[in-house]
Structure formats: C-alpha cells, structure tokens
C-alpha cells in the first residue's frame, strides 16, 4: 500500500514527488525534490464561476518551438489526489505566445504573452462579455 502524488509542495516553480509508503501502520513519507536550476515555468489552475478548481478544463500553452496541453483531472495518482494545476517545464524557452483555458462549457480565455515563472490564476469568464 504506497501512495504517490507530484505537484509544486513549496510553491519554488518544480515539481516534487511525495510518496506515502504503508498501509495498514503508519509509516514515513518521502519527498523527493529536484535541484534548482534556470529552467523557465508557468503554473495555471482555472477556477470555476465559485472559485473552485475547474475539473475538465484544458489549458493550451502555446510557444515558437511547440503546443503543450493539460487537461484538470477529477482523479489522479495511485492512492493519492494530484494538485489541480496544469504545470508546464518551458526548459530554457523565454517566452510563451500565448495560454488558453477552455471550460467544460464552451469558455475561453487566452492569455497573450504572459510572465514565465509564476503561478496563474485563471478565474471563470463572465457570463456576459
């Protein structure tokens, strides 16, 4: 009985592994974290119109060099629940055309040229434009 889950658990822009071991007593957790190095990232989590993660949305990030797509899983892992972010390792890129967010619905949002490294909070898009 181990349990895995990855996501940023420090918030510094890379991805860590947590592992849970055991099942029945409780047992330790590992945490394996990368060195820091100048790779570039962007974190994005759509909300809902209440604020919440939008499970089912897709985020499409779009550079010069490629299309990386992510889509907001209700369930991930093995025996653990993954973070509701679409996290994306640009390596030594330095610019991002453009990020677009797609709701179950229809909805979008595109986000023209934005900042790397950081963290993005994409709210719901007003039901009147």
């Given at each position: 009985?181990?349990?895995?889950?990855?996501?940023?658990?420090?918030?510094?822009?890379?991805?860590?592994?947590?592992?849970?071991?055991?099942?029945?007593?409780?047992?330790?957790?590992?945490?394996?974290?990368?060195?820091?190095?100048?790779?570039?990232?962007?974190?994005?989590?759509?909300?809902?119109?209440?604020?919440a993660?939008?499970?089912?949305?897709?985020?499409?990030?779009?550079?010069?060099?490629r299309?990386?797509?992510?889509?907001?899983?209700?369930?991930?892992?093995?025996?653990c629940?993954?973070?509701?972010?679409?996290?994306?390792?640009?390596g030594?890129?330095?610019?991002?055309?453009?990020?677009?967010?797609r709701?179950?619905?229809?909805?979008q949002?595109?986000?023209?040229?934005?900042?790397?490294?950081?963290?993005?909070r994409?709210?719901?898009?007003?039901?009147?434009?």
């Amino acid at each position: 009985g181990t349990g895995m889950a990855i996501g940023d658990f420090n918030r510094d822009g890379f991805l860590e592994l947590l592992i849970a071991h055991g099942e029945r007593t409780a047992q330790p957790l590992s945490l394996y974290q990368v060195v820091p190095n100048d790779n570039h990232w962007i974190r994005v989590m759509p909300l809902t119109a209440q604020g919440a993660p939008a499970r089912g949305a897709v985020v499409t990030l779009v550079t010069e060099q490629r299309i990386q797509r992510r889509a907001i899983n209700a369930g991930s892992g093995y025996l653990c629940q993954m973070e509701p972010v679409a996290h994306f390792g640009l390596g030594s890129q330095t610019q991002i055309t453009r990020i677009q967010v797609r709701w179950l619905d229809g909805r979008q949002v595109t986000i023209e040229a934005p900042t790397l490294d950081q963290f993005l909070r994409v709210p719901y898009p007003n039901s009147n434009p």
